[in-house]
């Protein structure tokens, strides 16, 4: 009997160790260039901060992945993430050769979001059409992966025809963002977790996850994880921080997408300009308050059934202090 509760306790220790707040928990980086973003994400691993993730334009448009590899070599542990890396913009083979290189210098250090990317952004800067986002990704994506993890790729679709083969492999994991219900059922389909940036809550547990789990189920495997993205602000001024917020909700909102995601969750009214709506979905979009405040919704969210969060702060009165608090906040869970 004794050896059977010693069991118990020790499986119950390793689940409690797994669900380390911690390890659930990043932080997303926002710098001027490259050399402001590796001491961010140097500042983030001296505070115990597990995980650093960068967008697209992050570091002052330099490339994240080139960015990130610098990084590896900067600092020790810390997980370096990608959300996202624009899958129009380069070949899947030079995709699959610069998380090679990454992962050479920081094995297992590296999770790899790929995605289709702004279509106003791609059109324009890039002058590449994007018409069926979707399709292009899954393809993108077999490609990364057969090169990555199988060493080799014979692949003729709609997008690519590549044949090729490797001496080695990385088994990265590879992410693709979702916002609408398509994508989180694509990312149960194919992908190693979901980036549902900038999501309000309800949405992602009443309809975001049973798409994504549909899709997992569909094709006999596991279902992958969400990492939530979500805004923090350091205050209790409940008014400046609503200022704060819509303001971001209307800038996102001016990315089809995200118009489009909202409505689905149930903020129609909020996209066409209803004050009340947009002030309620700002309220429900932030985590905000003092540090235990912040803390105690950010184990909330976890125990809710988000599986990670990775967290966007919000300035309020100085940029530094706060990103500072939540730092300290995600390092010491």
């Not at 209790?236 to 990315?255: E, G, K, N, P, Y």
């Amino acid at each position: 009997m004794q050896q059977k509760d010693e069991l118990i306790q020790q499986i119950s220790s390793n689940i409690a160790h797994e669900r380390q707040p911690s390890k659930h928990v990043g932080v997303y980086i926002q710098a001027r260039d490259t050399i402001d973003a590796i001491a961010r994400i140097q500042e983030a691993e001296h505070a115990g901060v597990q995980q650093a993730w960068m967008a697209m334009g992050g570091a002052g448009f330099a490339d994240i992945l080139t960015v990130l590899a610098i990084a590896a070599t900067q600092t020790e542990q810390i997980k370096l993430g990608t959300a996202i890396v624009p899958a129009y913009s380069r070949h899947p083979l030079v995709t699959a050769q610069q998380a090679l290189a990454v992962h050479d210098f920081a094995p297992e250090r590296l999770r790899l979001g790929i995605g289709s990317g702004n279509r106003a952004f791609i059109e324009g800067r890039y002058g590449l059409q994007q018409t069926t986002p979707l399709r292009y990704l899954k393809e993108y994506m077999e490609v990364v992966r057969g090169v990555l993890w199988q060493g080799r790729i014979d692949h003729h679709g709609e997008f690519f025809q590549v044949v090729d083969t490797l001496p080695r492999t990385a088994q990265v994991p590879l992410l693709i963002p979702a916002l609408g219900l398509k994508a989180f059922r694509l990312a149960g389909e194919i992908a190693d977790g979901a980036l549902a940036s900038l999501c309000p809550v309800p949405y992602l547990l009443e309809q975001a996850l049973p798409a994504l789990r549909a899709g997992a189920e569909e094709k006999s495997r596991p279902a992958p994880p969400v990492v939530a993205c979500l805004p923090v602000a350091f205050s209790t001024d409940d008014a400046t921080v609503s200022v704060a917020m819509r303001q971001f909700i209307q800038q996102l909102a001016q990315a089809s997408t995200y118009a489009r995601m909202f409505a689905q969750a149930g903020w129609a009214s909020a996209m066409n300009g209803d004050e009340a709506a947009l002030n309620a979905l700002a309220r429900t979009l932030v985590i905000s308050g003092n540090e235990e405040i912040v803390r105690d919704r950010v184990q909330e969210l976890l125990a809710s059934g988000l599986d990670e969060l990775l967290l966007l702060v919000i300035p309020i009165v100085d940029e530094a202090t706060e990103r500072k608090q939540l730092l300290h906040l995600i390092g010491t869970f």
